[in-house]
């Protein structure tokens, strides 16, 4: 196993002052090497949280955060986080900001630019390489932010929403081009999403999460072979069963209200 969660859980504002909140509440799962796994539920269950924890970004309340059976306590080169809101330097160009971890690893010039050019090539960037962040769309700056991740060559790439703010469209297009990206590269891939469309055609297994505090309801496993056909009926179903279980958990949240 590459991940594995136990009985993790999250409290923010435990000081006498604030009011505390529960955000995850006994989270236990593994993930194994070259898995892409979808962490799926409705927002505010946790999600993003708990993949800032495995990044090393946040501190969990309880429980253990293991990889490679090593505890997790602060982010690393073998993690690398691709968000939602793009988070490049506005002052960098494309090629600026896929070097930029390369440069913190203190990798010569020479060699990280050839690295960077070689993940803007794959990522379709290329002749767009000088061109800085607000004169790319949001496709583009998305692109140059996993071009970014994976120039630093982690083991696990964690993703959050990161294609939420596109268009339907491209949306669609993104990710079959990840999913190339991860049979190339053979990395381990969390990915949060809230669509179960997006899920069922990315995972290998989808951790379904209740509302706060955020805990694993079910893990479904998704036999389908890649490229998926989302018309397909086996597909359908899959989405089908999920939906199901988001619904009995949204009726039984509103009668307990």
Not at 94 to 120: D, S
Not at 238 to 256: D, F, G, P, Q, Y
Request: proline residues 4%; aromatic residues 8%; contains cysteine.
């Amino acid at each position: 196993m590459k991940v594995e969660l136990e009985s993790v859980t999250k409290v923010f504002g435990t000081g006498k002052r604030e009011e505390s909140v529960v955000a995850l509440e006994d989270v236990s799962f593994s993930v194994k090497e070259k898995e892409f796994v979808c962490i799926l539920g409705p927002s505010g269950c946790g999600k993003t949280t708990l993949i800032r924890i495995i990044a090393g970004l946040e501190k969990q309340t309880k429980g253990s955060v293991l990889l490679d059976g090593k505890p997790i306590t602060e982010p690393g080169r073998d993690r690398c986080m691709v968000f939602q809101e793009f988070a490049l330097f506005p002052w960098r160009t494309a090629l600026g900001n896929v070097t930029f971890g390369l440069e913190k690893m203190k990798i010569p010039k020479e060699e990280r630019q050839e690295i960077a050019l070689r993940y803007i090539d794959m990522l379709g960037l290329k002749g767009f390489e000088n061109r800085y962040p607000h004169e790319l769309s949001g496709g583009m700056k998305q692109r140059v932010g996993i071009a970014r991740a994976l120039a630093i060559d982690p083991i696990i790439l964690l993703m959050d929403e990161p294609f939420g703010a596109l268009d339907a469209q491209s949306r669609m297009l993104f990710q079959s081009e990840l999913l190339m990206i991860w049979e190339n590269t053979e990395k381990t891939v969390l990915f949060v999403t809230h669509s179960v469309d997006e899920a069922v055609f990315l995972a290998d297994r989808i951790f379904v999460m209740t509302a706060r505090p955020g805990k694993i309801k079910e893990i479904v496993k998704v036999p389908l072979k890649r490229e998926r056909k989302r018309t397909s009926p086996e597909f359908s179903a899959i989405k089908s069963e999920i939906l199901a279980m988001l619904e009995v958990k949204v009726k039984k949240t509103m009668e307990m209200e």
